[in-house]
C-alpha cells in the first residue's frame, strides 16, 4: 500500500498542483503529472536538463520540449476530456460533455509509474473507460512511453488523435522557432524539431506510435504540431490500446541537426520495436536497484513512511546519474520556475540523500561545479574580488541567472531591488563543503584532483579578498552579507556565514594538501597564479570572527545587532501585511525591521556543526528562534526537526518532519513571492526529509573515520531500518527503540568504526552487530 500514491476524483484547482506531485523523470527528463488531453493551460511539461534559452531581455529558463504525449480521444465525435466533463466526479459535464463517472490518478513509486483511469458516461449511453500508463524511462535517458487503452460498453467510433504539440507552456518564452515536421519514409515515426532563439540549438521529439491492427493512421500537420488520426470501431468490452514511444533528443552537446533528428527517430522506432512490456521491464529493473540502495522503512507509521519514499521518489527521477554537466535545479524538472536553475539547495539539502544512497550521483553534482568553476571566477571578478563567487542562481555555464530585482512589488508592480546575488555569499562556502562531505564519505580523491581542490581553493581566495580584518579587534570578520534568513539582508557578521566561510577555508587548505600530495605539479600552478598564500588563508581561518553563545544565555545572535531589532511575534508581524503576497524583506518588508526570520539560519549552523556545541546551547537557540521563524522557505523545516532531534525531542521535530515530507503530496508551500509564481516540487525539502528521517531521528553521523549512531525516534515509530554506502561499504541499520543493528555486507573493503553511546565498537565485513542504548 504504502508504494501508491493516488487521488480520486477530478478537481480543476488542482491541476497545477498534480503536475508536480505526479511527475516522472529520469534525471535528463522531467514530464509533469498531467493528463493525455491536457494542454499548454494545463500546465503540461517536459523539461531537458540542462537545456535553457533566453528569450530578448527576459529571464533565462528551461526549455520545454514540445509534449509527444499530446492524444485526444473522441467518442461518436465527442471528446474524451476531464476538463470538458465538469469538475466533480458523477457532477455531470460541464457544457454538454460527457459525465465523469470515476476518476483516479497514481504514481507507483516503485516502478515510477504514472496512471490513471477515467471512466466516462456518454449522451448515447455509453460507458468509456481510458486508462493510461507513463514512465520516464531509466534505462534510456531519451525515452517517455506510454500505453493508453480504451474501453466501451457498446460498440461505436473512437478517433483517436496523438502525436507531437509544440504549442506548449512557457513561462518567459517562447523558446522554440521555426517548427519542422516530418514523417520517415516507412511511415514508422513522426517528428517535429525546432530550435531555440538565443543559441540556436536544434531539439526533436519523435514518435512511433502503436495500435493494433490499424496501420499508421492518417497524417495531421498544423504549424507546430504532428498528429496522427486513427478511426476505430470499437466494440463492446474490446479495448483498444495505444502505445506511444517518444524519444527527444537536443544539440546541446554541439550536434548538429541531422544527427539530432536521427537519433531521436531511430530511438522512437527501436523503442517500439522492442515494445511495452519490455521497455518496463529493463526500466522497473533500473528502479529495483535505485530501491535496494535507498527504501527504508518505518514500522508505525504508515503516513511518514509513503511521504519518505515519496521524497526519495522525487530525488530520484531528478538525480543526474549520467551527467556531470547539470545538478539539481531548486525546482527539480518540474517547470520553468525560478528560471530552472541551482542554488546552495543542492550541496546543504540534497547531497546528504546522494551521499549515502548513490555517491555517483554526489560526485555528478559536485563536478557540475568543478565544470562552472569559470563562471563563478567571472563573478568573483565582476564585484572586483578574488577567486570564486559562485553563481546564486546558476544555470549552465555558471554565470549567475539571479537578477539585481528578482521580485516586483505587489503594491506597484515596480521592481525591487533584492540582494541574493551580491550578497549571499555563502554559496561559495556551501560548494566547497560539499566537494569536502564527497571526499569525506567516499575516500575518493578523484573529485579533489579533477577540480574539487582548485574548487575550494578559489572559493577560499574569494573569502580572503571579501573579508576584512578588523584592527580593532584583531580579527577576520565577514561584513555585508545575506544570510540563509533573506528577510534581512547587507548585515554584518552573519553566524552562519562566518562559521561556513571558517569551514570553506578549512577544507581549502586539506585538499591543497592532498592536492601537493597527488599532484605537486597542478599545487604550484595554482599557488603560481595566486596572489594570496596557504599562510595567509590559514591566518583568516585561525582569526575569523564566529558569533559565539553568550556565557549565559547559550544564544548566538544571529549577525551584528539583529537583537535592537524589534521583537514581534509572527502571528502579530502577519497582521500587520497589507497584501497576501507580500514579500517580507526586500528593501522595506515587514519583517525587516524585526527579528522574525525566513527560514533556519543559526539552527542550521548548529545542525551542520552539532560536534561543536552542547546540547544546552541548541536548546536554547531551538527555543529561541523557532517562534521567530517563518519558514517561509521549504528549506527550513528539516532543520528544525533535526535539531529538535539532536536535542532529544524527536516529538517536537516530527511536525516539522511531516511538513517537509509532505510538501510535494499536500502542495501546502507558498506559491508567490511578490508577484513571483513559485509553485513546483520541492527538491531541497525532499532531501531534507530524508536527513530529518536519517541524520536526525537515527540519529547517523559520519566523518569520513567512523559512524555515530544517536538515535531519537518519535514516539509513534517502532523502527526504522535502511541501507547506506559509507567510504565504499554498504551497510544495513535497523534502529529499534531500544537497540541498533548493523549488518556489513560481505564485499565491503574494511570494517567500519562505530559508536554508540559510550560504547566504540568495529563491525567487520559480513557481520552484524547489534548494540543497546539509552537515549
Ligand atoms: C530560499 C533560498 C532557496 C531558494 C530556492 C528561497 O526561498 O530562501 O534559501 O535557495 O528559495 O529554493
Known amino acids: 500500500m504504502s508504494w501508491i500514491v493516488r487521488e480520486s476524483g477530478f478537481d480543476p484547482e488542482q491541476i497545477a498542483h498534480h503536475g508536480n506531485k505526479f511527475m516522472v523523470g529520469n534525471g535528463?527528463?522531467?514530464?509533469?503529472?498531467?493528463?493525455e488531453e491536457f494542454g499548454k493551460s494545463e500546465l503540461t511539461a517536459t523539461i531537458v536538463a540542462g537545456l535553457y534559452d533566453k528569450v530578448g531581455e527576459q529571464w533565462r529558463e528551461p526549455v520545454n520540449a514540445p509534449n509527444g504525449l499530446a492524444t485526444t480521444v473522441y467518442w461518436e465525435g465527442t471528446p474524451l476530456s476531464v476538463l470538458e466533463a465538469g469538475p466533480r466526479v458523477g457532477a455531470g459535464g460541464g457544457g454538454g460533455g460527457p459525465e465523469l463517472v470515476?476518476?483516479?490518478?497514481?504514481?507507483?513509486?516503485?516502478?515510477?509509474?504514472?496512471?490513471?483511469?477515467?471512466?466516462?458516461?456518454?449522451?448515447?449511453?455509453?460507458?468509456?473507460?481510458?486508462?493510461?500508463?507513463?514512465?520516464?524511462?531509466?534505462?534510456?535517458?531519451?525515452?517517455?512511453v506510454c500505453r493508453l487503452s480504451i474501453e466501451s460498453s457498446r460498440d461505436g467510433e473512437l478517433t483517436i488523435v496523438t502525436g507531437i504539440d509544440g504549442d506548449v507552456w512557457d513561462i518567459n518564452g517562447p523558446h522554440l522557432e521555426r517548427m519542422e515536421s516530418e514523417s520517415d519514409a516507412t511511415g514508422e515515426a513522426v517528428s517535429l524539431t525546432a530550435w531555440t532563439q538565443e543559441l540556436g540549438l536544434p531539439l526533436t521529439v519523435a514518435e512511433a506510435a502503436d495500435i493494433v491492427g490499424e496501420g499508421r493512421g492518417e497524417l495531421v500537420r498544423e504549424e507546430t504540431s504532428i498528429c496522427r488520426r486513427f478511426h476505430i470501431n470499437s466494440r463492446a468490452g474490446e479495448p483498444v490500446e495505444l502505445v506511444k514511444y517518444v524519444a527527444i533528443f537536443s544539440g546541446q552537446d554541439g550536434a548538429p541537426v541531422g544527427d539530432v533528428r536521427t537519433a531521436a527517430v531511430k530511438s522512437a522506432a527501436v523503442a517500439r520495436q522492442l515494445g511495452y512490456d519490455r521497455l518496463l521491464r529493463e526500466h522497473a529493473d533500473r528502479w529495483e536497484r535505485k530501491w535496494d540502495a535507498s527504501d527504508m522503512t518505518i514500522e508505525g507509521d504508515e503516513e511518514a513512511q509513503l511521504a519518505l519514499r515519496y521524497s526519495m521518489y522525487q530525488l530520484h527521477?531528478?538525480?543526474?546519474?549520467?551527467?556531470?554537466?547539470?545538478?539539481?535545479?531548486?525546482r527539480g524538472l518540474s517547470g520553468q520556475v525560478y528560471k530552472g536553475a541551482v542554488f546552495w539547495d543542492t550541496e546543504m539539502f540534497m547531497l546528504s540523500f546522494f551521499l549515502h544512497t548513490e555517491p555517483e550521483v554526489a560526485r555528478n553534482l559536485m563536478m557540475y561545479r568543478v565544470h562552472t568553476l569559470d563562471g563563478a571566477k567571472r563573478k568573483a571578478a565582476e564585484y572586483g574580488y578574488d577567486g570564486a563567487f559562485y553563481a546564486w542562481e546558476s544555470q549552465e555555464t555558471g554565470d549567475d541567472a539571479c537578477t539585481l530585482f528578482n521580485v516586483n512589488d505587489v503594491f506597484t508592480g515596480r521592481p525591487m531591488r533584492t540582494y541574493f546575488r551580491d550578497k549571499q555569499v555563502h554559496i561559495s562556502a556551501d560548494v566547497a563543503y560539499g566537494i569536502w562531505q564527497y571526499y569525506a564519505f567516499t575516500g575518493d580523491v578523484s573529485l579533489l584532483l579533477d577540480g574539487g581542490a582548485e574548487v575550494a581553493w578559489e572559493c577560499a581566495k574569494f573569502f580572503y579578498s571579501y573579508g576584512y580584518f578588523n584592527p580593532r579587534k584583531r580579527r577576520y570578520e565577514i561584513l555585508d552579507v545575506t544570510g540563509p534568513d533573506e528577510y534581512h539582508e547587507r548585515v554584518n557578521n552573519n553566524a552562519f556565514t562566518n562559521r561556513m566561510v571558517k569551514a570553506c577555508l578549512r577544507v581549502a587548505m586539506d585538499a591543497m594538501e592532498i592536492l601537493r600530495d597527488r599532484d605537486l605539479r597542478r599545487y604550484e600552478a595554482l599557488l603560481a597564479e595566486s596572489t594570496v598564500s596557504p599562510d595567509q588563508i590559514r591566518d583568516m581561518h585561525d582569526r575569523l570572527y564566529v558569533p559565539q553563545p553568550d556565557a549565559e544565555s547559550g544564544l548566538i545572535e544571529q549577525f551584528d545587532r539583529y537583537y535592537a531589532l524589534e521583537d514581534v511575534s509572527l502571528p502579530d508581524l502577519k497582521a500587520r501585511m497589507l497584501h497576501p503576497h507580500e514579500y517580507l524583506g526586500g528593501g522595506n518588508g515587514p519583517a525587516t525591521t524585526t527579528q522574525i526570520l525566513k527560514q533556519a539560519d543559526v539552527v542550521l549552523m548548529l545542525h551542520l556543526f552539532k560536534g561543536d556545541y552542547d546540547r544546552?546551547?541548541?536548546?536554547?537557540?531551538w527555543a529561541y528562534y523557532e517562534p521567530r521563524t517563518e519558514h517561509g522557505s521549504s528549506l527550513s523545516a528539516c532543520i528544525y526537526a533535526m535539531v529538535a532531534a539532536d536535542t532529544g525531542s524527536p516529538d517536537w521535530g516530527y511536525p516539522y518532519f511531516m511538513r517537509t515530507a509532505t510538501i510535494d503530496l499536500t502542495g501546502e508551500s507558498k506559491q508567490y513571492v511578490g508577484d513571483l509564481y513559485i509553485g513546483g516540487t520541492h527538491p531541497a525539502a525532499n532531501g531534507g526529509a530524508w536527513m530529518a528521517a536519517i541524520l536526525g531521528f537515527a540519529g547517523l553521523r559520519y566523518d569520513g573515520n567512523k559512524a555515530v549512531l544517536r538515535p531519537a525516534l518519535p514516539s509513534a515509530w517502532q523502527a526504522m531500518e535502511f541501507p547506506v554506502r559509507l567510504r565504499g561499504g554498504s551497510y544495513r541499520i535497523r534502529v529499534s527503540r531500544e537497540e541498533v543493528a548493523i549488518f556489513a555486507q560481505a564485499g565491503n573493503p574494511e570494517p567500519m568504526r562505530l559508536v554508540v553511546g559510550d560504547l566504540e565498537l568495529s563491525v567487520a565485513p559480513g557481520h552484524d552487530v547489534c548494540v543497546p542504548y539509552v537515549r
Open 102 to 144: 470515476a476518476h483516479e490518478q497514481s504514481l507507483d513509486l516503485r516502478r515510477a509509474l504514472h496512471q490513471r483511469r477515467s471512466v466516462f458516461r456518454m449522451a448515447d449511453g455509453a460507458e468509456v473507460t481510458m486508462t493510461s500508463e507513463r514512465f520516464c524511462s531509466a534505462a534510456r535517458s531519451e525515452l517517455i
Open 317 to 330: 527521477i531528478i538525480a543526474p546519474d549520467r551527467s556531470e554537466r547539470v545538478s539539481i535545479p531548486a
Open 616 to 621: 544546552s546551547v541548541k536548546q536554547a537557540n
Open 28 to 35: 535528463v527528463l522531467g514530464y509533469r503529472g498531467t493528463l
